[in-house]
């Protein structure tokens, strides 16, 4: 899979033309990114911020603040909360950046440690509810997902299996590759493939409101062999 | 679209859509997407998928988290880089406790080290000065520590020997009945006796001969002018045999019986104490002699006086309770010389045991058929035991169980209720 045609782009808020290319010709998105002095790559950056150099820092903050908060966003519904936890991150990478070692992609680092945050929010939010009785600032979410369509997606990935929908949104909007989500998610490769296969058949079941399609017979044929 | 007509897995297809195909298979699958009808269907409708997702726009970050982080990582720049070293750095990002870890243990280790240094001289002084108190008219006996914490020297040793143990002194002389005589006769030798000490001796000897060490015990006792208190001999087959005695000897024979004792075998432990008793014989006499004098008034009241039925019937009462405490006192009188005047030697004699091979362990079968029985009594006893103990602390349980379990399961239902929001 590390020979895969590269469809990853680094601002998931950019347009989405991966697809599209590879469907129109697979030979285009073959070609690496290649780090060049005008475009450092980002483990450049951060080697370069680890011995003290504020401007790496800074280039980094702004390749990867709003798909941070992205990440964060869409996993919580109080956009407060989800500030915060952008914030913390960073600072983790911050006080962490003289032990840093580039041995995996900055992003799947940047996005594990976003992803250790987000589980103990949710552990401390989980252990409030329980035993002292607070609820989680959730508030309306039409009153900040404002467009309907963004609500109609929201709802239907909450429909989603847990694992599922992680798999999904970690492929769809922070366009990790399967390899990086496996790592991530600490599953095999194949099955990220399979549930990622599932989670897309169901979503767009639930999106169309919806009859059972024929991809999702297709399948139940196909998955024992993945 | 069954995979037997289609090369092409769904998810095969997929992971072309997403780029994440090798470079060869990716070709065959697009070869494959321009042929057939069903695969193009399916693509279209994962791309109509993810069209929809891509329309989820999420706001920009606010300018104030912004400016936050911005600061945050001005700080961070100027103040910890510059000012801290690396390992306090490392130690707030959570990885560089080891350093902190072991300075702890090190301060730690040192801190008990000091004050244990500091207590030494004086823990040496307090066990030195006790070991003096209980050991008490050991004088003379090696290895004896003086109260300062030095070890007796041999003229203290001899001094000691001359103030404590006056058993030896030739105004002291054992009667037919082995009694010492001077000792009990307090009203006239008492400057004469400067101490009165109850001395005891413990022994454990370990002896080849067993039987041959019983009668050498025997006539040692007989030597000695000893006999013996109390006596428990184990003599069973197939097991070591061993002797525990209370002997009793006259106090200045103790030495010459310790002795002899140690050349039956190999002693093993060996230990003496003495207590003085001097200050309990002291106040025992003296109560003994008011209260006697006491009994001559009453008797003289009751000879010399006359009065009412009533009056004499009382003096006669007050002389029967004196007259008891006197014979009390009497008694504990005599016990306490007899304990000075013999000396106590607890023996233990052990056989050097060699175990032998023979044959009269029971059978194969009679050894299953007992375990069998055993086991199925152990069986039974357990079960009963189980079904005592829920008869017996069933209810109270189930009382607690009930108590815990309600609010465990509203705890559960709640945690699941709150899991489900995310």
Redesign the interface.
Known sequence: ?Q?????FVLDS?A??T???D??AN?QT??EAPSPSHEHPSDEHLMLAFSQ?S?EA??VL?SRY??PL??FF??RLTD?AQA?EL??ET???L???A??YQPRALFRTYLYAVGFKILRAQ?RK??FR???I?VR?T?QDPAT??S?D??LA??EALAKLE?TEREI?LL???EQL??SEIADLLHLPVNTV??R??RA?VA??NI?LGSAP???AA??T??EG?? | ???AAHPV???EL??????????AQ??SV?DH?KQCADCSN??A??????????????????AH??A???Q???Q??SHL?NFLP?WI??T????GWKPLLALSLVTIAALILTSHAGQSPRLAHYAASHTISEVGGVAGYPGAIGGSGQPITDQQSRALSKQVVTLNSPGIAADSNGLLHGLGDHTTNSSVIDAMIARTASLSIMVKDFAASRLSLDSILVRHHGHTAQLNASTSENAQRSITASLRVPANELTATLAELKSLGHVETESQSGEEVTQQHADLVARLKNSRETEQRLQAILLQRTGKIADVLAVEQEIARVRGEIEQMEAEQNSLEHRVNFATIELQISEEYKAQLNNSSPSASTRIHNSLVAGYKGAAETLLGFVLFFAESGPTLLIWLVIILIPALL?VR??R???A??
Do not use: C
């Open positions: 899979m020979d895969a045609l590269p469809a808020e347009p989405r991966a697809m599209n590879s469907l697979p998105s073959n003290g504020a820092f800074s903050f603040k709003q908060f992205g966003r869409r956009p500030e952008t914030q960073f600072l983790v911050l006080r962490s003289s032990r949710r939010t989980i509810a329980t035993f009785g989680h959730s900040h997902d467009p369509a963004n997606i929201r847990s999904l492929r769809e909007f590759s399967y493939r399979s990622l296969f897309r979503l767009r999106l399609n024929p991809v297709t399948l044929e196909s062999q993945v | 679209m069954s995979t897995a769904p998810e997929m992971a072309f859509l997403d780029g994440e195909l090798p470079t990716a070709h697009s997407l399916l693509a409708q994962l791309g109509e998928t993810q069209n929809r997702l891509a329309s989820w726009k999420v706001e920009l970050l606010p988290a912004e936050a982080i911005r945050s990582a001005e961070h720049g880089k690396r750095l490392e707030r990002s959570g990885f705890l709640r945690f209720r709150a899991a929001a995310f």
